[in-house]
T-cell receptor
Framework: NAGVMQNPRHLVRRRGQEARLRCSPMKGHSHVYWYRQLPEEGLKFMVYLQKENIIDESGMPKERFSAEFPKEGPSILRIQQVVRGDSAAYFC?????????????FGQGTRLTVV | GNSVTQMEGPVTLSEEAFLTINCTYTATGYPSLFWYVQYPGEGLQLLLKATKADDKGSNKGFEATYRKETTSFHLEKGSVQVSDSAVYFCALLSGNTGKLIFGQGTTLQVKP
């Protein structure tokens, strides 16, 4: 049973470009969480999704960021018109149910560098 | 709001030394508490957890006890190894959607 798969592992974008980060949850998991880790900081919650639904997006910046988790395929975190301050590691976690009831498993992250 | 505070690092120890990494939290009620470990270039792995007051989580020689009186969840290990070198994150479960609130992380370096 493969773990949570994130790709790409490293992504370089120029300012103004779009970044798409993908997360394939573990088999049987229908709950996905995205977190952002800025340099020298802990992880900050961004968004919680179930299949085809955004449940909690309280940590998402109001502009340029969006997330989806379609019925088929991976969850996507999309950042439009990237700026230098978006450079960070983005981690996805998946769980079988809400993570308060079951363990959440983390992917290895996508390290985004904006140049 | 809910928050987690960890001792600042880096913490540098010699092999077989005793480890303590302090973690305190602010929360409504009694949330579940966690320690995660992040090895270089990797994602986070759950190290241990405790779901209610006075619970002790343990794994791989690491322990932490949920202390509601002091709102703390300090991580301890009696004898660290070089392979324990990593970043350690304390976290709590916030609200009813399962999102985690993390501390800023503490880097542990163990020298042979």
């Amino acid at each position: 049973n493969a773990g949570v798969m994130q790709n790409p592992r490293h992504l370089v974008r120029r300012r103004g470009q779009e970044a798409r980060l993908r997360c394939s949850p573990m088999k049987g998991h229908s709950h996905v969480y995205w977190y952002r880790q800025l340099p020298e900081e802990g992880l900050k919650f961004m968004v919680y999704l179930q299949k085809e639904n955004i449940i909690d997006e309280s940590g998402m910046p109001k502009e340029r960021f969006s997330a989806e988790f379609p019925k088929e395929g991976p969850s996507i975190l999309r950042i439009q018109q990237v700026v230098r301050g978006d450079s960070a590691a983005y981690f996805c976690a998946s769980s079988r149910g809400q993570a308060q009831n079951t363990e959440a498993f983390f992917g290895q992250g996508t390290r985004l560098t904006v140049v | 709001g809910n928050s987690v505070t960890q001792m600042e690092g880096p913490v540098t120890l010699s092999e077989e030394a005793f480890l303590t990494i302090n973690c305190t939290y602010t929360a409504t009620g009694y949330p579940s508490l966690f320690w995660y470990v992040q090895y270089p270039g990797e994602g986070l792995q759950l190290l241990l957890k405790a779901t209610k007051a006075d619970d002790k989580g343990s794994n791989k020689g690491f322990e932490a006890t949920y202390r509601k009186e002091t709102t703390s969840f300090h991580l301890e290990k009696g004898s660290v190894q070089v392979s324990d070198s990593a970043v350690y994150f304390c976290a709590l479960l916030s609200g009813n959607t399962g999102k985690l609130i993390f501390g800023q992380g503490t880097t542990l370096q163990v020298k042979p």
